[in-house]
């Protein structure tokens, strides 16, 4: 290798060692903090290697509230959401990105617009027709909640991912006829896996995360998700349960880790363009 | 959908011949696009088509609480434009959103720029780099809250170990600093949502122009000007737009950790509507209030898409 | 053969009778009512020589109810009640002795602190009747009240024989009381103090307790320290909660209240934006000039971790942080001598000891409740004043409202702040319960806040909270002549 190369090589290296210490940092700090005493949590000068650490934080979190239910409803209702906004969204995408027809642009931007108000205001009328639906407190409130909402990030998302694949692409498939379905599965789908698992894991992420309609449409453990139950831990005498919060802050992150780490190999290309000539 | 004029490339949408259709029954054909729409659009017109009609009917009414709710015309627009409270939340917003959207995006670019080059570990690091977004949110902030609170502060203890600072900034009392502080949580959260969006963008990118131009002569930065920026547009624009419509909703790490203070420096447009909706419940006024946010993103994403790039019928 | 048989049937009659007092007596004798022992910890029962009950057995309405009684009429009665986030482990250690006692089941949810107020006001406005029993801040108790949302509670009352004497009047009058009903049951009972470790004092040659403000600023200035000598100062005259909003309001209150200012004036004009006002607040902010920095974007949460943390020899805060400080496990200062007093006067002509009453919570049960009755039973179990004691020295941080409670000798031993906290509530102030509070709070809080981090001069700040007040409270609609005169600021005259 000659010495320029090597040295962005190194630079490169350089860089993302310093972004990876940047990312992890917190997400340590998190999980430190959960088995802290809570002397040394407040401490200055900080305290970076506890000399005692304690697993009662997580019993409590675990044994003495609903955390085990949380972690059901919000798994349940992040996989739902998630697999009807990609079901329902990507034909709506394939249609905006191969198709010319009258409205396609200000259907787009409909969709778009469905983004641009705030949640805050429209979380009573919806806290309302979910009351008369009888929905509330149950996981069809929020899945039609996140369905709607993480649809219109499917279908833009999607759109533009489709549109990356040329066309002579797709039309080398459609010797005889316009068989579009075909095309689609054989030579769309693979092409376009990076962006569709790009686009599963954001879904999962949002729907997963998600507090406002969480907190507004759900009560009980039959229906609250992580990121509500986990600030049961925040207010009255203590402040903020530092321990039991960052426990479920950190078994909250591992299983939409877990599913971003299976499915990530796909978010390379995964068929070479040069495959199908 | 947003259609973009690529250098050597074909647009690339089927012309309607592929839809014109032979005898009575091919005629559906031409409602085909349509029929694949229906289902999303059904699903976002039912969740939000009565919510968004309700609140714009709301913002002409008054509703004080407790009491019975009038109607007011535009009595609540007329407060809100002479409202400081709102201006200094749309200041804000600008301030802290635009900054934190500009530095996710060069970040989130960079890494998936890097990443995109044959790189050891490469799919180790991809993963690591998505995992901020996947904590939940309150939680996020309440740790970057510890780790700035001034005494006992991670950030300060390195900044001052880089020989960034001397002394213990004042991250909540200061203006600045307390923007910034909300800054970098930000940044460090949401540039995930960044980095995965154009990494898959750049894998999805056909080869064949890139080697083409390799072999016409043409070095990296003139690859990646001509070729790559233009495949990227649709993508980097539709990144852009989501982010920033998100950034304006940003409003976890301003409760968990400043209350909008100090003074009101860090107080968002979207802080600013759950102090005024959700504490003091005036309904009209939170109404009215979003509806000028909504026209005021609705003109401004209208713009970036039209003028920006060359939109085709 | 009649007269065997009406000679055996007198027999079973009187031994059926006599079998079932027994066992009446038994199920009285055996029924497990709240023991401090089941709750607290081994080793504070013995460190605060806790006996077997706080208070006496005719001032705790639990063990003079009749359970059987109780429970036959009420057995498999399910009732929803709602608490505000971590409020939840009071209520929880309970129900299951509750349902055992009653046969009343309870169904408890927990709602985060940040969108409670919303949230509740959604249930009752859409009228779901998801709930029978619900906390709230005290403050909200117009709020809830005035619009009908609210149980009144005085048949209640009476028909269990609630000693309504029992409760401290002050906050009778102010968390339970609204437009001279019951509508609520003290719940977490609050009061402001000041903590002070006399442990540095004494280092530095003060005594105390200061009982000025200004004798408090100057010993803040003495006690502003280097300890180790690296040229960083370690720990602060004083500290409290002065974060924007509600926090600056609060602790806003306190100081105003001390310096002769009030919130309102008798006909609700704003009360603050005057002389007594402003040196009040210069006070304040002068006093933030020797507090760790930050402090002017403290909430609860982070002056508490301050405080425990040792950064301050004096706070101006809540009685639980005073009791933790004492603590062990969570308390850097927990060996030295740290002591607790009634908040300090201001300067001036109208100077007075005055503290404020803010937050604290309640109980009520919802007016469109499905089983209202058993809801004030649980909200009376939960409330007597035995119960009260237990969940509070079993480190809940919730606190009682009782005079038994309070003047409970064991409970006095079990928490060091009480005799302070007793001192300070005849002269306490309160807000209005009137339904605009959050907006009143939210407001004035802001504009001190904007004064004390330098955005704003202090007569900007006081003109455009009194301009924000008056438009406020013209528009509610309390100018109109005929309106009731605001109550004076001082709970006790109410």
Known sequence: ???????????????????????????????????????????????????????????????????????????????????????????????????????????????????????????????????????????????????????????????????????????????????????????????????IVAVAILCIIFSWNEFLFAVLLTNSPVAKTLPVGATEFIGGEEGVMWGPLCFVGTISVLPILAFALLIQKHLVRGLTFGAIH | MFDVRREGVEKDTF????????????????????FLLAPTLIILLGVTLYPFIYSVRLSFFSVPFGRIRYFAGLENYAELLQDPFFWNGIKNTGIIGGSALALEFFIGFTLALLLSRKIKLRSLFRAIFIIPMMLIPVVTALIWRLMFFPGGSVVSDAMRHLRLVTGDPNWIGQPTLARLMLIVMDVWAWTPFVFIILLAGLQGLPPEPLEAAEVDGANALQRFVHITLPLLKPIIVIALLLRGMDVIKFFDAIYAVTGGGPGSSTETISFYLYRIGFKSFKMGYTSAMSVIVFVIVFVLANYLLRKGFIIEE | MKRKLSKWGGRAVVMALAISFILTVASVAFAKFPKPADFIDAKYIKEYAIPEYFVPDDKDWVRQQDWPAIKAKFAGTVIRHASEGVDIAAPLMFKDMFEELSGIKVEITGIPADVFFEKLMMEFLSGTRRYDAVEFYAEWLGCYAEPGFLYELSDFLKK??????????????????????????????????????????????????????????????????????????????????????????????????????????????????????????????????????????????????????????????????????????????????????????????????????????????????????????????????????????????????????????????????????????PVATAIPRIPEVNDLQISLGIAINEYLTGAMSLDNALVGAEKYWDRLMKKAGYYKPGVKPAPPFVVADW
């Open chain 1, 1 to 195: 290798m000659n010495p320029k190369r090597q040295g962005t090589q190194v630079l490169i290296y350089a860089v993302l060692i310093v972004a990876v210490i940047v990312v992890i940092f917190p997400l340590w700090w998190t999980f430190l903090t959960s088995i802290k005493m809570r002397l040394d949590i407040y401490h200055d000068p900080p305290i970076y290697i506890p000399h005692k650490v304690t697993l009662d934080f997580w019993k409590l979190a675990w044994f003495t509230r609903s955390t085990k239910e949380w972690y059901r409803n919000t798994a349940g209702i992040s996989a739902i959401s998630t697999i009807l906004s990609l079901l329902i969204g990507m034909p709506a995408a394939y249609s905006l990105a191969r198709f010319r027809f009258p409205g396609r642009k200000d259907l787009a931007f409909y969709i778009l617009s469905t983004r641009m108000f705030p949640p805050i205001t429209i979380s009573i009328p919806i806290f309302q027709t979910m009351q008369r639906l009888g929905f509330l407190d149950t996981w069809y409130a929020l899945i039609v909640v996140y369905t709607a909402f993480n649809l219109s990030l499917v279908v833009l998302v999607l759109s533009a991912y489709f549109k990356e694949i040329p066309r002579e692409t797709e039309e080398s498939a459609l010797v005889d006829g316009c068989s579009t379905l075909g095309s689609f599965f054989r030579i769309t789908l693979p092409l376009s896996m990076p962006g």
């Open chain 2, 15 to 34: 012309s309607p011949a592929c839809l014109k259709t032979k005898g009575s029954f091919m005629k559906l054909k031409r409602f085909y696009p349509y």
């Open chain 3, 160 to 425: 269990w024989k609630v000693d309504i004497a029992d409760f401290h009047p002050v906050y009778w009058k102010s968390y339970s009381l609204w437009d001279g009903k019951p509508y609520a049951f003290a719940y977490d009972a609050d009061c402001h103090l000041l903590h002070w470790r006399k442990t540095l004092y004494d280092k530095a040659g003060l005594a105390g307790p200061p009982k000025t403000y200004d004798e408090v600023l100057a010993n803040a200035k003495k006690l502003t320290m280097d300890t180790d000598g690296d040229g960083k100062i370690d720990i602060y005259g004083f500290g409290m909660p002065a974060g924007r909003g509600m926090w600056s309001f609060y602790y806003g209150q306190d100081i105003l209240g001390a310096y002769g200012a009030t919130l309102f004036t008798s006909d609700w004009r704003p009360g603050f934006n005057n002389p007594e006002g402003k040196a009040a607040l210069k006070m304040f902010k002068e006093l933030t000039e020797y507090s760790p920095p930050g402090v002017t974007g403290w909430n609860y949460a982070m002056c508490r971790e301050a405080w425990l943390a040792g950064k301050m020899a004096q706070v101006m805060q809540w009685q639980c942080v005073g009791k933790q400080a004492h603590l062990a496990e969570m308390s850097r200062i927990w060996a030295e001598d740290v002591r607790h007093d009634v908040l300090p006067k201001g300067s001036g002509p109208k100077a007075k000891v005055a503290p404020a009453l803010a937050a604290g919570s309640a109980l009520g049960v919802t007016a469109d409740a499905k089983n209202p009755e058993a809801a004030f039973l649980w909200l009376s179990f939960l409330n007597s004043a035995e119960t009260q004691c237990i969940y509070s020295a079993a480190g809940t941080g919730v606190e009682p409202s009782h005079i038994s409670s309070l003047t409970s000798p064991a409970f006095q031993r079990a928490n060091p702040t009480v005799k302070a906290w007793l001192a300070s509530l």
